[in-house]
């Protein structure tokens, strides 16, 4: 079991599917709502619901408690969604919450509040879409293999202060042809910039905190993180 | 009389089943009165321009009688296709051999006698139908002064600019505008005749012996619908009190007249307008050689509609809120106000033939299946791709016939989660596949003609073309130790080595800038050399 604590607000649809993804993965989650009359479906769904006042910070306080990692708001109701991200950063700025929205007009407002990252189904589903029509093969391939049943996944490797790969160049150690995996990217600790794709062609220097994104095998990339002690 | 039925019928089942015959009558029907037909179009247009050159020619020919030969010889020949679309209206107006076969065989199956004066009967009737319907009697006025015998009657000549009402569709949507308010126009003409024939009696009785210029009845018809339409010559004036109050209520009442007519025109007109509107619209897509019909334009066919839109991609929406339809055609595209689940809606738009995709992203299930049903029903090649709205649904829409079913709950669900794994990758995989920093992942299929044929991969230099490839799908399956994924009935090959051989009908996914990627696309499509 994994021990990053998740809190997931809103027993709806989208609640389900994550929680159901959540689940699977070996995630410790506590699905939180004010609404009684969903304990019901939520008990024949194989869910334990929370029942809980969130618009009362003391009661909101003592539910979200110490050490929380991640908190979803997903309520239908975007104004929901607003206040509770309100009221969650109010306690404490520092956490990192992950709402939905149902409308264009939320998603600037969602962003005020204080959200991390704002899931937008209609843009997801639009855009999926797009891609279906424009590039089917592409979509086929990936859908069955990183978003699919296959093993083959997008994975981040975090350079550890003692990996052999700290201090090279990316031109040095990729690509090796003792692994079959391909590095996709990099994201720089230091530089904050935004993610680096190997295909813009630099050359950067590799330092401990910096994360490499790959697709291959998950034994294959756990075996170069054994090799390289990352 | 035995023997004549006989024959007759023996020519109807000819004609019934001459191909020669049913395509020339399909032909003629395309040409005259098909609605969207590209080749009336020209027609008409040939038409519109032939009416306007020989109403002209004729106008200059009142002054100058001897004419060139050239315009004389435009004005027979002009004559001749006037004839002769006269004619082929009458010829595809009906089926009379149809009507004949028909009046014989429930005669045949119900064992009655058979009346061939009754038949025919039938048939010239439905003739004479066409023969007195207002247009045809148009293009005949247009066409019998130019018989010699009936040169009395050229000013009829004029009714050739009347024929302009068949070629131009605005033109028909005012006469249909006209007879649809009938009704209504009726009612304030004979209002307005009321008013006309009181006010002419009244000058007239007040008038006649004291005013020198109304001296007969028509004089005073004349004067007071010249008041009326508050025209006012001056050529006759009221001099007597009496006359001068009548003239003031004429004036009264012929305003409030024209206010009503107006009205009722411009009230018929808008309502009309829609359909016009709509009428062109058919128009624009039948020009349309392919496009992708989205079905529902709510926030998911927005960001599908635009992104295709802006890739060029032709794109047709339909949506039963007028709203929508008109924030739709403001943003560039071509909008359908309509229902997308009937089929004669589709088959009209041409799904499975023009229309090579459909998505249905309407927010009801209820509604993406019956038009992904629909959709289906009409074409079985046609890409059906539908928006989930309950991810449970799901399953009904693969059986209604979709080929792609997505939910965005689950993509939610499979994202959310993967945020909490892996937020790095996430976000690298959602610019990739949403394209927002420039870097996506693209398919390049291997045709017959291109280079890269029997090549290997390391030929390609990918990495100095700022490329990185993520594996080939092939369609034939053969022995390999490499790392594959079956998709479908092809094989994937995960990062294959730089020794892997290209072959023919292989679709590299590649991933990298758009113009790296159209520029490896550009130099595979070279001919290779023989």
């Given at each position: ?155 981040q490797i975090t350079i550890?202060?003692?990996s052999?790969l700290n201090h090279h160049m990316i031109n040095d150690i990729y690509p090796n ?5 391909l590095l996709v990217g990099i994201h720089d600790k230091e530089l904050k910039k935004e993610f680096i794709f190997i295909t813009e062609g630099f050359n950067h220097k590799l330092d401990a905190g910096d994360i490499l994104v790959v ?16 | ?423 790095i990758?996430?976000?690298a ?8 920093t420039?870097v ?23 990495r100095?073309?700022r490329?990185l ?62």
């Amino acid at each position: 079991m994994k021990t990053e604590k998740i809190l997931i607000f809103g027993f709806t649809k989208s609640a389900i599917e994550i929680s159901s993804q959540l689940k699977a993965k070996g995630y410790n989650f506590t699905l939180i709502d004010n609404d009684a009359s969903l304990l019901p479906q939520a008990e024949k769904l194989g869910f334990n619901l929370k029942i809980l006042d969130y618009t009362d910070d003391i009661l909101l306080e003592e539910g979200i408690g110490e050490n929380v990692n991640f908190i979803f708001t997903l309520f239908d109701d975007d104004a929901k969604n607003v206040f509770l991200i309100l009221s969650v950063k109010a306690l404490d700025p520092s956490l990192h919450v992950i709402a939905i929205t149902h409308t264009k007009d939320a998603i600037h407002k969602l962003e005020i509040a204080g959200a991390s990252t704002i899931l937008d189904p209609y843009q997801i589903s639009g855009k999926k879409i797009y891609k279906l029509i424009t590039q089917p093969d592409v979509m086929n391939v990936i859908d069955a293999t990183v978003f699919g049943y296959h093993d083959l996944n997008m994975e981040q490797i975090t350079i550890t202060e003692n990996s052999p790969l700290n201090h090279h160049m990316i031109n040095d150690i990729y690509p090796n042809e003792a692994y079959n995996f391909l590095l996709v990217g990099i994201h720089d600790k230091e530089l904050k910039k935004e993610f680096i794709f190997i295909t813009e062609g630099f050359n950067h220097k590799l330092d401990a905190g910096d994360i490499l994104v790959v697709i291959g095998q998950t034994e294959e990339i756990l075996r170069y993180k054994k090799d390289f002690s990352l | 009389m035995d023997f004549i039925v006989s024959l007759l019928v023996r020519f109807a089942y000819f004609v019934e089943h001459s191909k020669k015959y049913r395509r020339s009558k399909e032909f003629c029907r395309t040409l005259l009165e098909h609605p969207t037909s590209k080749l009336k179009f020209y027609f008409d247009l040939f038409m519109v321009i032939l009416v306007v050159l020989s109403v002209l020619f004729l106008l200059y020919e009142v002054k100058n009688p001897d004419l060139h030969p050239f315009m004389d010889f435009f004005i027979n020949a002009s004559l001749v296709v006037f004839i002769t679309e006269y004619l082929l209206r009458l010829w595809i107006y009906s089926d009379s051999h149809k009507l004949f076969l028909e009046r014989y065989e429930y005669a045949l199956n119900n064992h009655a006698s058979f009346s061939l004066f009754k038949t025919l009967h039938t048939i010239i009737s439905k003739k004479i139908e066409y023969i007195i319907s207002p247009l045809a009697i148009i293009d005949l006025l247009a066409i019998l002064p130019s018989y010699r015998p009936l040169r009395f009657l050229r000013i009829f000549l004029l009714f050739r600019i009347f024929k302009l009402f068949r070629y131009a569709r605005s033109m028909k949507t005012f006469t249909t505008i006209i007879s649809e308010k009938k009704f209504e126009l009726f009612t304030l003409a004979i209002f307005a005749g009321f008013v006309i024939f009181t006010g002419s009696s009244a000058i007239y009785i007040f008038e006649t012996n004291v005013n020198p210029k109304i001296n007969t009845l028509f004089d005073a018809i004349y004067w007071s619908i010249v008041t009326m339409g508050t025209v006012g010559y001056g050529d006759i004036v009221p001099v007597t009190k009496e006359g001068m109050v009548i003239s003031m209520i004429l004036i009264i009442f012929g305003v409030a007249i024209l206010a009503f007519l107006t009205s009722i025109i411009v009230s018929s007109f808008q309502t009309k307008l829609q359909e016009l509107k709509s009428s062109r619209t058919l128009a624009d897509i039948e020009r349309l050689k392919s496009y992708i019909l989205v079905c529902g334009y709510g926030r998911v066919g927005e960001v599908v509609a635009k992104m295709l839109h802006d890739d060029g991609y032709a794109v047709v929406i339909i949506d039963i809120d007028a709203e929508k339809i008109k924030l739709a055609n403001q943003r560039g595209m071509i909008g359908i106000l309509g229902d997308a689940s009937k089929s004669k809606l589709l088959g009209q738009l041409g799904v499975g033939k023009r229309a090579s995709k459909v998505i249905c992203v309407t927010n009801s299930d209820e509604m993406n299946v019956f038009i992904t049903m629909t959709a289906r029903s009409l074409s079985k090649e046609i890409d059906i791709i539908a928006r989930v709205v309950k991810s449970y649904h799901k399953k009904k829409y693969m059986l209604a016939g979709a080929n792609f079913a997505l939910s965005a709950d689950e993509t939610i669900g499979l994202m959310g989660s993967q945020y909490i794994d892996q937020p790095i990758s996430y976000a690298a995989l959602d610019d990739m596949l949403t394209e927002t920093t420039g870097v996506l992942f693209e398919s390049l299929k291997i045709y017959e003609k291109s280079i890269y044929i029997n090549k290997t991969i390391a030929t390609l230099e990918l990495r100095e073309k700022r490329l990185l490839l993520f594996g080939v799908v092939r369609e034939e399956v053969e022995p390999t130790a490499l790392l594959t994924y079956a998709i479908d009935d092809k094989i994937f090959y995960f990062n294959p080595p730089g020794d892997f051989v290209i072959h023919k009908d292989d679709t590299l996914i590649i991933m990298g800038k758009r113009h790296h990627i159209n520029l490896l696309k550009k130099h595979s499509d070279k001919r290779a050399p023989k």
